[in-house]
């Protein structure tokens, strides 16, 4: 069974569902009239709006993270992910060998930030080939990267 996913796509009733497992913040449980303290609930009791502190790993998809361009030039093996970039299939071996190195960190950023021109100097690779689309979201870019890496480097 999987945890549940707090993702846009992943719509919470907003009635008071038995079972029905929610993230709280700030007391807000989604629901009128019913509150909770902070942290995850499990709805016990819909007729009285009792819940639960409920023990459990809440995935709310990945946590971006802004980090300063002088941060990055000081990062060892980073490549860039962008459309320009090389395929990762056909470059497979300095992949593994600059993972073996000491790991590899994936730097995604907005089309609109111009990351692959800001890090000239970085290896970039195109995990996405034939996109369709003239932008692709950071979160969809990281998922896309990680299932390619993941397979190159396994």
């Known amino acids: 069974m999987l945890y549940p996913i707090n993702i846009p796509y992943h719509t919470v009733s907003t009635d008071k569902v038995e079972g029905e497992i929610r993230k ?3 007391g807000d449980t989604g629901i009128e009239g019913c509150t909770c303290s902070d942290g995850v609930a499990l709805m016990i009791n819909s007729e009285e709006c009792k819940m639960t502190r409920y023990i459990s790993i809440f995935y709310d998809g990945p946590v971006l993270e802004i980090i300063s361009e002088r ?3 000081n990062m060892e093996n ?3 992910s962008s459309r320009s970039g090389l395929n990762p299939l056909e470059n497979s ?3 593994k060998s600059l993972y073996q190195k000491k790991g590899i960190t ?5 089309p609109e930030g111009g990351v692959k021109r800001k890090f000239q100097n970085l290896p970039a690779f195109n995990f996405i080939t034939k996109q369709g689309t003239s932008n692709v979201r950071s979160k969809e870019a990281l998922f896309s990267a990680l299932s390619i890496l993941n397979s190159v480097l396994g």
């Open 24 to 26: 709280i913040e700030r």
């Open 71 to 73: 941060d990055i030039n």
């Open 78 to 80: 980073v490549i860039v």
């Open 93 to 95: 071996s300095f992949l």
């Open 106 to 110: 994936l730097l995604i950023g907005p």
